[in-house]
């Protein structure tokens, strides 16, 4: 199993991963073009896309969904709360679920985690192949016992640490908006991931992605030093999903 990124944060996001013969996109907030484009990075073209799963309807994670399914014939997985939204735009095929459900795309077995974000019906994911087990969580505004059963054992996390708590409160956001992104059903800070790495790190994971974090509200500097005081150890290990480069090639079981 392989996980890339083709870019992470409030500009666009979208996570490929591969097993075998089969390969699945985990939204696509960018547009068909600039997807394509970022695919190339990769090795990839559109036309290697088995699915797409989206994980809620906003903008950032589902702009690009409709126009590339339908112009690659690739089925699209959403909740059904997601796909009622409107938002994804018309797809070459809509295969609904309810989130907390699993299903197969090809080699690769997908459980929908229901998270606490104010869309219609969000969900994370954790993917399976070959033994090795992928954990993409972003999005939500709080910690809940049911997300850290969900997530412990596996072997590669990629995971939200959107904002510093200081830096949103001093920022530019206007009051409604810096509510939003703080409250129960926004976006983790800092101290909130490094609470759920804790509850969820184990000898299992091996790679940790620090993702979707915000370029006005966050930076690296900010995740380090909390890194530094309560994971010294994922210090100098970490990857960063950027949102102009995302990473490259992980392979989870290197």
Known sequence: ????????????????????DTCVLVDCGFSVREATRRLARLGLVPGDLDAILVTHEHSDHAAGVGTLSR?????VYASHGTAASGRLGEC?????????EAFTVGGVTVCSVAVPHDAREPCQYRLAAGGRELGVLTDLGSVTPHVVAAYRGCQGLVLEF???????????YPPALKRRVGGDWGHLNNRQASE???AVDGPALRHLVIA???????????VREVLAAEHPGWLERAHWACQGEG?????LDG
């Open 212 to 222: 979707h974090m915000s370029e006005q509200n966050n930076s690296q500097a900010a």
């Open 92 to 100: 070459a095929a809509l295969v609904r679920f309810n989130a907390g």
């Open 196 to 198: 759920l790495l804790a």
């Open 247 to 251: 990473f490259g090639w992980i392979a």
């Open 162 to 172: 959107n904002h510093d708590t200081a830096m949103l409160a001093a920022g530019t």
């Open 71 to 75: 112009g690659h014939g690739i089925p």
């Open 1 to 20: 199993m392989r996980v890339a990124s083709l870019g992470s944060g409030s500009k666009g996001n979208a996570t490929v991963v591969a097993s075998g």
